[in-house]
Structures are given as C-alpha cells and as structure tokens.
C-alpha cells in the first residue's frame, strides 16, 4: 500500500504542481481579481514578492480564474527578452502561433498584437498582457512594454499589462508610475498555513485533515509560510506518518520530515519498506558466541573505552545525527534484496561532524552541463565506487546524497526508473543486447523514496571522464537547438524541424519496436500532422544536458514536455540525443525517446 491509499488520496496532494486546481488564492490574489473583473480596468499593475512566494503560478492561474469575466490573458514567461520576443510569446499565448516566423521584424509583430486585442476589445473582452520575471526587462524594453496597453483610444479601461517580479531588483520604486498599483504576495501566516494545507489535500481528494494543530504549527515554523518548502515538508510529513502506520500527523513526524529534508541520509529505508509490505527475504540470525567469550569481549570494549578516556583520544566525528542506525557500505543487490536506504561508503564518509558537513562536500562533477532546479541526476564514478545523487538549485547542483553504487554496470547514460508500471525501466543509447535489468531494479529501490519524479538520469564513468572539462558554449548552443526544435512546431516549420536530425535517427518508446525514420520521410509525415493540427502548443520544462562519458561527441537532452493540439493531448518525458556531426560543427539529433505519461494529468 503507498501512502496516497493509506490517506484516501486520488493523487499527491503536496506535488509541485502549476495547475489551477491546487492554486490556493491569497489575499493579494484576490485582490487582483477584485480590479481585474471591476469595470475600469487599471491600466498598470505590480504583482512582487520575494523568491518562492507563487508569483509565477499566480500569474499562470490568471486565465483560469477570469475565464467567466469576459476576460483574456496573454502570458509572457520571461521578461530578459526584447520586445519581439514578448510579442511572439504574447501571440502564442493567443494561439495565433500560425502568424509567428521566428525572423518576422517587430514592426509586423506589433501589428499582429495590435489587430489580435483590438478585436477583443470589439467582441466586448478585456485583455490582460501578464510578464512573468518582469525585473529583468531592461530600460529600453519596458518603455516600449509599457505603452504596449495604450496603442488605441478605444482600449482605455480595458487592457491592463501586469508586471510580475521581484520590485526592488530592476524596479527601484521612485521610477514605478504613480497610477500603478502595487500587490506584494507574502509568505503564509499560521492561519493561512493551516487553510493552504487543507486545501491542498482538499485538491487531492482527502475527506479529512490528518495534520493536528501541532503539526501545523511546525509546517509553518519549518517553511518559513513560503509554499515551495512547505509542499516539501507537508509531503514527507505524510510520508513518515505513513510509516510509522499513523492516520495522523503529529508534530514527531513532522519534526522527522524535516530532518530527512536537511539530511536526505537519515532517512528510514526500513520503515518505509515495512509499510509498502516489501520487507525482502528474512535474515538468518547470527549464532550467539558462548557466554564466557561474551564476557571477555564486553571486558576488552570496556577496557578500551575507559583507556581512550585516559589518554584523551580522539573520537571519531559523528555522522549519524538524527538517524536510528548507522550508515553501513550495502552488499551488491539483486532482484530478490530488500530496499535499501541511502548509505555513506567509507570512501567518501566526511570528517567532519555533520553541522560543518558541507564544508567537505565534493564539487558538482562538469559532466553534469546543467541540472534544473530541483531535477536529480545520480553520476556514479567507477574508481572511487561511488554513487552520488545531485540536486539542481538556484546555485547549482547540490549533493544530496550518497549511496551504495548499483551492480557492475558499463560507462554511459542511462535513464532508469518506473514511469507506468512496478517493472524496472533503463534506457541506454546506443542500446544494449545486454542492459543490466537487475542493477536498474535494485537501484530504483533505493532511490525511489526520495525522488519527486519517476525517471532518474544515471551517468556512469571513470573519474578522468567525468571531470573532463565541458566546452563553455555547448550548453548554450544545445539550448538553442532545442528552441528551434520547439519553437519551427508551433509555427509549423516542418522543414526546419527535420534540418535539425539527422540523415537517419532512431525512434524510441517504451512497449513499441525502435524505429529507424529517414529525415525526409520525417518532413513528409511532419507536414501533414502539422497541416491538420490546429494551433500546436508545446511547454517544455528546462533540459537536463549531459555528456556522454563513453563519447564527448553526444550529448543528451532531457526535459518534460506537453503538446496540445487538435489531434494530440500528450504529456511526458522526452528525450534527445545530439551527436557532433563529422564534416561541419554542427549537432544533429540522431535518437530520440519519447515516455508518455498516462493519464494525462494537469
């Protein structure tokens, strides 16, 4: 049973989710509804906060929540981009996509916008331009954005162009227009808290509030009241609760939760395993010495402690803060073994106690290019057998763990994970006649109670491959591929999405046969699906980009993606796979691996 069961759940309830379903509305919130949906619209709004308040999910559930107020919302996600960028972001958010051509001058750009909103404003709408990041428009581009609402007479009291970001960087407040007003999202109080956890769990289908006052209380005192940490929290809450067998969340558990949160390695695997009925095979229990040998080991240990007091011997440093048992290097895994927990290997165990910890953490290795906020990838380094699990941040990947390295396995990417059913999953490119199943399988069940996410990217290599430097322009170069790729569907440029592949690539998808597609073939097929479609709108989360360790000519690209159009609703995990090509420096897609999720969710 997992915990979604145990708690009558449909689905998690703490997931850090932008759909307007789990979108709880705050004071600031309302009040932007409030003048919004009034008659007058005002023309300039300031929506700001500190980091991790929800200015973005509460610009993205804008539209949602004003979709009966005769109201439309276009939204711009990023404000570092120029004014023709906010318009082509503005006119796919319209779903006028079939207007766009990445090369169109902005004078044409304006056009279309300035044609789109006036015949809102004529079928009696009021239009609203959202700009997310808005503190890094620069000078010249917020001039221009901010006469953007004000191009016709006829659009006064009707259009309102609302900036999102964080006021004091880039916006210093003597330079805000007086007419503007100011909304300021703040973290949640005690009482919102406790109205933001019931909500949610509400949106997730729970008919009661396992959380006591207690916990509560904690939640709040952990988080701070900002919803990232509190997701966090509340979610490993349940987790631990689970565990223990508990309907309800006491402030223990909480406590527990928080520990696990800030030292991912005192988690309790065997809890955890006990309560999913997994418990593994039963061990032999170890013969009891006879009593008088006992004896004299008990007087040896004494003897030992009691010399070490004397001559004031060091002690060693204390690594196990906050955990029931210490760590221990695991034995190979197989099938059959039970779940294990993340564990230190001597080789790696810090030398300093556990407070002063992070200052002899080891360096993000460079074959990670980039690690999204939040997104995992596990890099096991062959010479030092050594599995380390790294977290994306704001200020780069961060250790989060270190466990027992998975079976014999060769150098390469892999993806491995459960991503539709309890069968293992591991993808390798170039594919394998030999995939090592059993070392996927056991290491899932180490990691799978702490990833947020069902895929975990697996780099495998010796150290001199994963700390050979990274051409500083390749990430920036693949990221750019990857927007042509994205962008050349939307404006159904099927001819320069299939320049991007090469002359032949491979198809991959879990549960079909691999296919080998012609790049010509590719456009035919691309053309016609592209011609039929409708509006195509696709969103795409930032890319995880890695070199290959085995071949530093390919390199993969992962990300989410969403694809909305007339004929297909999907949503999963894609995957590209680049190659250097030989005759020019270019990189040109030579696989691809598509995971759908099923069924779609928000």
Same mark, same amino acid.
């Given at each position: 049973?997992?915990?979604?069961?145990?708690?009558?759940?449909?689905?998690?309830?703490?997931?850090?989710?932008?759909?307007?379903?789990?979108?709880?509305?705050?004071?600031?919130?309302?009040?932007?509804?409030?003048?919004?949906?009034?008659?007058?619209?005002?023309?300039?709004?300031?929506?700001?906060?500190?980091?991790?308040?929800?200015?973005?999910?509460?610009?993205?559930?804008?539209?949602?929540?004003?979709?009966?107020?005769?109201?439309?919302?276009?939204?711009?996600?990023?404000?570092?981009?120029?004014?023709?960028? #906010?318009?082509?972001?503005?006119?796919?958010?319209?779903?006028?996509?079939?207007?766009?051509?990445?090369?169109?001058?902005?004078?044409?750009?304006?056009?279309?916008?300035?044609?789109?909103?006036?015949?809102?404003?004529?079928?009696?709408?009021?239009?609203?331009?959202?700009?997310?990041?808005?503190?890094? %428009?620069?000078?010249?581009?917020?001039?221009?954005?901010?006469?953007?609402?004000?191009?016709?007479?006829?659009?006064?009291?009707?259009?309102?162009?609302?900036?999102?970001?964080?006021?004091?960087?880039?916006?210093?407040?003597?330079?805000?227009?007086?007419?503007?007003?100011?909304?300021?999202?703040?973290?949640?109080?005690?009482?919102?808290?406790?109205?933001?956890?019931?909500?949610? %769990?509400?949106?997730?289908?729970?008919?009661?509030?396992?959380?006591?006052?207690?916990?509560?209380?904690?939640?709040?005192?952990?988080?701070?009241?900002?919803?990232?940490?509190?997701?966090?929290?509340?979610?490993?809450?349940?987790?631990?609760? $689970?565990?223990?067998?508990?309907?309800?969340?006491?402030?223990?558990?909480?406590?527990?939760?928080?520990?696990?949160?800030?030292? @991912?390695?005192?988690?309790?695997?065997?809890?955890?395993?006990?309560?999913?009925?997994?418990?593994?095979?039963?061990?032999?229990?170890?013969?009891?010495?006879?009593?008088?040998?006992?004896?004299?080991?008990?007087?040896?240990?004494?003897?030992?402690?009691?010399?070490? $007091?004397?001559?004031? $011997?060091?002690?060693?440093?204390?690594?196990?803060?906050?955990?029931?048992?210490?760590? &221990?290097?695991?034995?190979?895994?197989?099938?059959?073994?039970?779940?294990?927990?993340?564990?230190?290997?001597?080789?790696?165990?810090?030398?300093?106690?556990?407070?002063?910890?992070?200052?002899?953490?080891?360096?993000?290795? @460079?074959?990670?290019?980039?690690?999204?906020?939040?997104?995992?990838?596990?890099?096991?380094?062959?010479?030092?057998?050594?599995?380390?699990?790294?977290?994306?941040?704001?200020?780069?990947?961060?250790?989060?763990?270190?466990?027992?390295?998975?079976?014999?396995?060769?150098?390469?990417?892999?993806?491995?994970?459960?991503?539709?059913?309890?069968?293992?999953? #591991?993808?390798?490119?170039? @594919?394998?006649?030999?995939?090592? &199943?059993?070392?996927?399988?056991?290491?899932?069940?180490?990691?799978?109670?702490?990833?947020?996410?069902?895929?975990?990217?697996?780099?495998?290599?010796?150290?001199?491959?994963?700390?050979?430097?990274?051409?500083?322009?390749?990430?920036?170069?693949?990221?750019?591929?990857?927007?042509?790729?994205?962008?050349?569907?939307?404006?159904?440029?099927?001819? &320069?999405?299939?320049?991007?592949?090469?002359?032949?690539?491979?198809?991959?998808? @879990?549960?079909?046969?691999?296919?080998?597609?012609?790049?010509?073939?590719?456009?035919?097929?691309?053309?016609?699906?592209?011609?039929?479609?409708?509006?195509?709108?696709?969103?795409?989360?930032?890319?995880?980009?890695?070199?290959?360790?085995?071949?530093?000519?390919?390199? $993969?690209?992962?990300?989410?993606?969403?694809?909305?159009?007339?004929?297909?609703?999907?949503?999963?995990?894609?995957?590209?796979?680049?190659?250097?090509?030989?005759?020019?420096?270019?990189?040109?897609?030579?696989?691809?691996?598509?995971?759908?999720?099923?069924?779609? &969710?928000?």
């Amino acid at each position: 049973m997992d915990y979604e069961s145990f708690f009558n759940l449909r689905e998690k309830p703490f997931k850090n989710s932008l759909s307007y379903r789990f979108f709880f509305r705050g004071p600031a919130f309302a009040r932007l509804l409030e003048l919004l949906r009034a008659d007058a619209k005002p023309p300039l709004l300031f929506l700001t906060g500190a980091q991790g308040v929800g200015k973005t999910s509460a610009l993205l559930s804008l539209a949602p929540a004003l979709a009966g107020a005769g109201s439309t919302v276009a939204y711009a996600r990023r404000g570092d981009l120029p004014l023709s960028g #906010i318009l082509q972001e503005a006119l796919r958010s319209l779903k006028l996509s079939r207007l766009l051509d990445p090369e169109a001058p902005e004078e044409t750009l304006l056009g279309y916008f300035q044609d789109a909103v006036s015949e809102l404003i004529e079928r009696g709408q009021s239009f609203v331009l959202a700009i997310d990041d808005a503190q890094n %428009l620069s000078r010249e581009t917020r001039a221009d954005v901010f006469a953007l609402t004000s191009l016709e007479e006829s659009w006064l009291g009707k259009t309102t162009l609302l900036l999102g970001g964080r006021l004091s960087e880039g916006y210093p407040l003597e330079t805000v227009p007086p007419d503007a007003e100011i909304l300021e999202l703040k973290p949640f109080g005690p009482r919102e808290v406790s109205q933001y956890v019931a909500f949610r %769990l509400k949106a997730g289908g729970a008919r009661s509030q396992p959380f006591g006052a207690e916990a509560l209380a904690a939640l709040y005192g952990y988080s701070g009241g900002l919803p990232g940490p509190l997701n966090g929290l509340a979610e490993r809450s349940l987790l631990t609760a $689970w565990a223990a067998g508990k309907k309800e969340v006491a402030l223990s558990h909480v406590s527990q939760a928080k520990t696990t949160l800030d030292n @991912p390695m005192s988690i309790n695997a065997a809890a955890l395993a006990k309560a999913k009925g997994d418990r593994g095979p039963k061990r032999q229990r170890a013969p009891r010495p006879a009593r008088p040998l006992l004896a004299l080991m008990c007087l040896i240990a004494i003897l030992g402690l009691l010399g070490g $007091w004397f001559f004031h $011997w060091p002690g060693k440093a204390d690594l196990t803060a906050g955990e029931t048992a210490s760590p &221990r290097q695991a034995s190979p895994a197989t099938d059959a073994a039970a779940p294990m927990g993340p564990t230190l290997t001597p080789a790696a165990a810090p030398s300093l106690p556990l407070e002063n910890a992070n200052l002899a953490l080891p360096s993000p290795p @460079p074959a990670l290019l980039s690690l999204p906020r939040n997104s995992l990838a596990l890099v096991v380094d062959q010479n030092l057998n050594m599995a380390r699990l790294w977290q994306g941040s704001l200020k780069g990947p961060g250790l989060k763990a270190e466990i027992a390295p998975p079976e014999e396995i060769s150098p390469g990417l892999y993806l491995v994970g459960r991503p539709q059913s309890r069968s293992a999953l #591991i993808f390798q490119y170039p @594919p394998s006649q030999e995939l090592p &199943r059993r070392a996927s399988s056991s290491l899932w069940k180490q990691v799978e109670t702490i990833l947020p996410q069902d895929i975990l990217p697996l780099v495998v290599g010796d150290g001199p491959s994963l700390a050979k430097p990274v051409p500083p322009d390749l990430g920036k170069f693949l990221r750019d591929k990857l927007r042509q790729w994205s962008q050349n569907q939307e404006y159904k440029f099927a001819d &320069r999405v299939s320049a991007l592949y090469d002359a032949e690539f491979r198809f991959f998808q @879990p549960g079909a046969r691999d296919l080998t597609i012609t790049r010509d073939k590719f456009a035919v097929a691309l053309k016609s699906e592209l011609r039929t479609s409708g509006d195509v709108k696709l969103t795409m989360s930032e890319p995880l980009l890695l070199l290959d360790p085995r071949d530093h000519k390919r390199a $993969w690209a992962v990300f989410n993606l969403k694809y909305d159009s007339n004929l297909r609703h999907d949503m999963g995990l894609r995957t590209l796979i680049f190659e250097k090509a030989s005759r020019k420096a270019d990189w040109l897609i030579v696989a691809e691996l598509w995971i759908k999720e099923i069924p779609l &969710r928000d």
